[in-house]
């Protein structure tokens, strides 16, 4: 069973950063994606940054050119690097990781969740 286990989250100031890591453990292979949602209490979760086993890379709208996504393979880790935070990323962001089934299936897992806070 894969587990997920995320840290970096914390309250910080409007235009500050922070750093999200997400250490995976379980699996004998990689993961065929890594990705980090957020989630607004009463809303539905909503896709951050992606990144692919193939280096693909994708982000939502309202991050791009502030949020950085990467991975170190040799850790199973996936990091949400966020810069020029904002009020409105206030939220619950979750690690998110995809992996091939042996029978042709996809199964994906989730970690706990950990509260950003972005606030003066």
């Known amino acids: 069973q894969v587990q997920l286990v995320e840290s970096g989250g914390g309250l910080v100031q409007p235009g500050g950063s922070l750093r999200l890591s997400c250490a995976a453990s379980?699996?004998?292979?990689?993961?065929?994606?890594m990705a980090w949602f957020r989630q607004v209490r009463g809303n539905q979760r909503e896709l951050v940054a992606i990144?692919?086993?193939?280096?693909?890379?994708n982000y939502l709208d309202s991050v791009k050119g502030r949020f950085a996504i990467s991975t170190d393979n040799a850790k199973n880790t996936v990091y949400l690097q966020m810069n020029g935070l904002k009020p409105e990323d206030t939220a619950v962001y979750y690690c998110?990781?995809?992996?091939?089934?042996?029978?042709?299936?996809?199964?994906?897992?989730w970690g706990q969740g950990t509260q950003v806070t972005v606030s003066s």
């Open positions: 998110n990781a995809g992996y091939d089934g042996v029978n042709g299936d996809y199964n994906e897992y």
């Open positions: 379980g699996s004998t292979v990689r993961a065929r994606a």
């Open positions: 990144a692919f086993s193939d280096g693909m890379t």
